[in-house]
Nanobody, 119 residues
Framework: VQLQASGGGLVQAGGSLRLSCTASRRTFDNYAVGWFRQAPGKERIFVAHLTWKGGRASYAEFVKGRFTISRDNAGNAVYLQMNNLKPEDTAVYYC?????????????WGQGTLVTVSS
């Protein structure tokens, strides 16, 4: 499964962006999907996760109330809606997926999309 993350760009603090994650030749119907980010000089960290069955979402504390992970009705894409962006949200954002239930690791990763938030 090849994942493609898109939607990054330059935005002012307080603005919004929506990231998209699509999968080559398949849908996300049977996959749990997560978003991660990696700021310059830092490790990649968890941002949000959406379960396969039930579509339950979980978030890192620093994005709760600002970011929303969702799946489109057809299961073709998973989104990360990012509101009230802050300069510290600047990072390369990656989507990842695993078939079925998440059990500690993701099997597939996208190439990342850069989000830059200016102050």
């Amino acid at each position: 499964v090849q994942l493609q993350a898109s939607g990054g760009g330059l935005v002012q603090a307080g603005g919004s962006l929506r990231l998209s994650c699509t999968a080559s030749r398949r849908t996300f119907d049977n996959y749990a999907v997560g978003w991660f980010r990696q700021a310059p000089g830092k490790e990649r960290i968890f941002v949000a996760h959406l379960t396969w069955k039930g579509g339950r979402a979980s978030y890192a504390e620093f994005v709760k109330g600002r970011f929303t992970i969702s799946r489109d009705n057809a299961g073709n894409a998973v989104y990360l809606q990012m509101n009230n962006l802050k300069p510290e949200d600047t990072a390369v954002y990656y989507c990842a997926a695993v078939r079925g239930y998440y059990s500690g690791s993701y099997d597939y990763w996208g190439q990342g999309t850069l989000v830059t938030v200016s102050s």
